[in-house]
């Protein structure tokens, strides 16, 4: 059962109505539950906590016209058939195999080098009004909670990417990790999926000699060398820029 789509679909549901907060309440509680177990394994208390918020779930669901079960199971989609009369997964192959269908974005991905970790937190004051509000899910590796599996968090917070929000500075752009395998990953969404990429220059970099010369940052002047002032409005202008591009794909 796919949980994170379950509260995907019932926050939308929930949202403007006087049943949020509650909503938050359950979502927060299942979130932990899901957390300590992939730490510290299942056990009979924690399947019986889970099934209690999940029962608290689709209460609340139900009051909304939903099935929170339902809105957890991921829909089978329906054969596509080509011109010669194929079906899709027969079109599949033909093509080696690649995938036909993207999977559904619909958050935020913040890339950024543990140097820069400063800006990060500026960022994250201005996100987190929107947070609260339910118009804006974003990720960054500093979610990752002890224990996970870095790796696979990573890719399924790129895979779930609607927009990229990438701090670039020297540090950034030196990084192998980021330039040889998560870049490579949001250019291609980019291309193939209309994945939204906004590079903000926080420092004096080789921006205009990498691969994102292609995108139009945000910012011409480095924050750096920005005032206070300066560096919260690129951030609140940001910000307003995310909530509206994930508003338009829901």
Same mark, same amino acid.
């Given at each position: 059962?796919?949980?994170?789509?379950?509260?995907?679909?019932?926050?939308?549901?929930?949202?403007?109505?006087?049943?949020?907060?509650?909503?938050?309440?359950?979502?927060?509680?299942?979130?932990?539950? %899901?957390?300590?177990?992939?730490?510290?394994g299942s056990t009979?208390?924690?399947?019986?906590?889970?099934?209690?918020?999940?029962?608290?779930?689709?209460?609340?669901?139900?009051? %909304?016209?939903?099935?929170?079960?339902?809105?957890?199971?991921?829909?089978?989609?329906?054969?596509?058939?080509?011109?010669?009369?194929?079906?899709?997964?027969?079109?599949?192959?033909?093509?080696g195999g690649l995938?036909?269908?993207?999977?559904?974005?619909?958050?935020?991905?913040?890339?950024?080098?543990?140097?820069?970790?400063?800006?990060?937190?500026?960022?994250?004051?201005?996100?987190?009004?929107?947070?609260?509000?339910?118009?804006?899910?974003?990720?960054?590796?500093?979610?990752?909670?002890?224990?996970?599996?870095?790796?696979?968090?990573?890719?399924?917070?790129?895979?779930?990417?609607?927009?990229?929000?990438?701090?670039?500075?020297?540090?950034?752009?030196?990084?192998?990790?980021?330039?040889?395998?998560?870049?490579?990953?949001?250019?291609?969404?980019?291309?193939?999926?209309g994945t939204v990429?906004?590079?903000?220059? %926080?420092?004096?970099?080789?921006?205009?000699?990498?691969?994102?010369?292609?995108?139009?940052?945000?910012?011409?002047?480095?924050?750096?060398?920005?005032?206070?002032?300066?560096?919260?409005?690129?951030?609140?202008?940001?910000?307003?820029?995310?909530?509206?591009?994930?508003?338009?794909?829901?």
């Open positions: 059962m796919d949980y994170e789509r379950g509260l995907e679909q019932l926050k939308r549901l929930a949202y403007n109505t006087d049943r949020y907060q509650e909503f938050l309440i359950y979502e927060n509680r299942l979130q932990e539950n %899901l957390s300590n177990e992939r730490l510290y009979e208390q924690s399947r019986a906590s889970r099934a209690q918020v999940v029962a608290q779930l689709n209460s609340l669901a139900g009051q %909304l016209g939903a099935n929170f079960n339902d809105l957890c199971q991921r829909p089978q989609p329906a054969p596509q058939h080509n011109y010669n009369g194929g079906s899709a997964s027969q079109v599949n192959q033909q093509n995938p036909l269908s993207s999977s559904q974005r619909s958050k935020a991905y913040i890339g950024f080098s543990s140097q820069d970790k400063r800006y990060l937190d500026e960022l994250h004051i201005h996100l987190n009004q929107y947070v609260q509000k339910g118009t804006i899910d974003y990720w960054d590796n500093t979610k990752i909670l002890p224990g996970a599996n870095w790796r696979k968090e990573t890719e399924k917070a790129l895979d779930s990417a609607k927009v990229a929000i990438l701090l670039v500075s020297a540090d950034f752009l030196s990084s192998d990790l980021i330039t040889k395998v998560q870049l490579p990953v949001l250019l291609k969404a980019a291309s193939d999926e990429i906004l590079c903000v220059i %926080l420092r004096p970099c080789a921006f205009q000699d990498s691969d994102l010369e292609q995108f139009r940052p945000v910012n011409t002047q480095p924050l750096s060398k920005m005032s206070q002032d300066g560096r919260e409005e690129v951030w609140n202008n940001l910000a307003m820029q995310v909530r509206h591009i994930l508003r338009a794909s829901s």
